[in-house]
């Protein structure tokens, strides 16, 4: 099971750090990623975060947004500075990735609910 949160309105230049809080998953020793999804739009990969702190960013979120993990709490983070109205969506973590282009939605079988973020 995977619980986001963390999300909420800021105002552009602002900053969150949204949460996913997993159980039945090691975050530590597994692949995970950060997805969103505005109205009309498509899912697409934000961040990408692979086993013993590798990190993949999308062109649009690399250099403002940070994914980290704390195993001891078994949480994934997305920190997300510098924020614009064009980052506001609805922020999904995914876990069991079956390999292929990791930011395509449809090569994840299990999601967490999602957290909302509306930047103004």
């Known amino acids: 099971q995977l619980v986001e949160s963390g999300g909420g309105s800021v105002q552009a230049g602002g900053s969150l750090r949204l949460s996913c809080a997993a159980s039945?998953?090691?975050?530590?020793?597994?692949?995970m990623a950060w997805f969103r999804q505005a109205p009309g739009k498509e899912r697409e990969g934000v961040a990408f975060l692979l086993p013993y702190g590798n990190r993949l960013y999308t062109d649009f979120v690399k250099g403002r947004f940070i994914g980290s993990v704390d195993s001891a709490k078994n949480t994934a983070y997305l920190q997300m500075n510098n924020l614009t109205r064009d980052d506001s969506a609805m922020y999904y973590c995914?876990?069991?990735?079956?390999?292929?282009?990791?930011?395509?939605?449809?090569?994840?079988?299990?999601w967490g609910q999602g957290t909302q973020v509306t930047v103004s």
């Open positions: 039945g998953y090691d975050v530590s020793r597994g692949y």
């Open positions: 995914a876990v069991g990735w079956r390999g292929g282009l990791w930011s395509e939605s449809f090569r994840w079988n299990h």
